[in-house]
């Protein structure tokens, strides 16, 4: 015990006398594993972006090259990517507008019980297993499913048969179609934008709204020219999470829609099928370059510091 002593003790007042040093040790870690896990795969990914496939042997080619980006230009990839690009868009906006009156009643409104209730009612869904969320959604989205018998039963089946034979969005059932992956993904990513949104409403002040009122500003003018700027941080610190979850989501669309691929599909068919690494990397690389720029606006119009 005496030797151990000896050992802590010069530890001990270092520690005490350094704070520091401690920090240090303690975040070493941690920041190793981040650099080398997740920063070097990272690295490696843009690594084998630049190299490229010989059409003739089908094996890598280890040279510097930005052909494989160029591929991303053919009619398919880019479909690939402006497909996913507009489905993490169009998630995003409904969330934003689905989002804002029910954070926003939260907010101003509820208080006691009812505002446990809406934070049970939102995060609820998060203790679930996300597979069996996306399975229980492609059955209700079924063509025997219980949504088509809702709308039969109400008599709006013709409404749902008009809106699937819609060009592009529509299909045989929503559940094999562009509507039913956007209403999953609705779905899914929803509380991930009521929550920023709810706790930047809650920073808006009471005394704004009640000057507001008093200087004759209707409910619409005080909606747009007070409550919206102030609550903008949390919306777009919303979209961040909504917009780069749909942007690399893999699983939604391989159970809900049609066959046309996504991003996330098309890095697993690249990366496993067909065996082209570089390609499956550069389609990899195009979520990262997006949120990168999206984060840099976001962080100019101070949305992080909503999350």
Not at 243 to 267: E, H, K, M, W
Not at 288 to 306: E, P
Request: proline share 5%; hydrophobic share 55%; net charge positive.
């Amino acid at each position: 015990m005496a030797a151990l002593a000896r050992l802590t003790d010069p530890l001990s007042d270092l520690f005490w006398r350094r704070p520091r040093v401690l920090l240090v040790l303690l975040l070493a870690p941690p920041l190793l594993w981040l650099v080398v896990v997740y920063i070097g795969s990272l690295a490696a990914l843009l690594v084998q972006s630049f190299f490229s496939i010989d059409e003739f042997t089908g094996l890598i080619k280890h040279e510097f090259t930005l052909k494989t980006y160029a591929e991303l230009f053919r009619p398919a990839n880019f479909d690939i990517v402006i497909r996913t690009t507009v489905m993490a868009a169009a998630v995003t906006i409904a969330a934003a507008i689905i989002s804002f009156p029910i954070a926003y009643y939260a907010a101003r409104y509820a208080r006691g019980r009812m505002k446990a209730f809406f934070y049970l009612a939102v995060m609820l869904p998060l203790w679930s297993s996300y597979l069996v969320k996306v399975y229980a959604w492609k059955l209700i989205l079924a063509k025997e499913g219980i949504l088509t018998w809702a709308v039969d039963g109400i008599g709006a089946s013709a409404v749902l048969n008009a809106i699937l034979a819609l060009p592009v969005i529509g299909g045989n059932s929503l559940s094999v179609s562009y509507i039913g992956t956007f209403l999953v993904f609705l779905y899914v990513w929803l509380p991930y934008m009521i929550l920023p949104l709810q706790a930047s409403l809650e920073r808006v002040p009471q005394n704004l709204l009640e000057a507001s009122d008093d200087l004759g500003a209707s409910r619409r003018q005080t909606l747009r020219h007070v409550i919206l700027p102030m609550a903008m941080p949390g919306m777009i610190a919303g979209s961040i999470f909504t917009f780069s979850l749909t942007l690399g989501d893999y699983i939604i669309p391989q159970i809900v829609g049609s066959s046309r691929n996504f991003i996330g599909q098309a890095v697993y068919a690249h990366q496993g099928t067909a065996g082209n690494i570089p390609l499956a990397a550069a389609f990899a690389v195009v979520p990262i370059v997006i949120m990168g720029f999206y984060l840099w606006v976001a962080k100019r119009k101070g949305a992080f510091d909503a999350l």
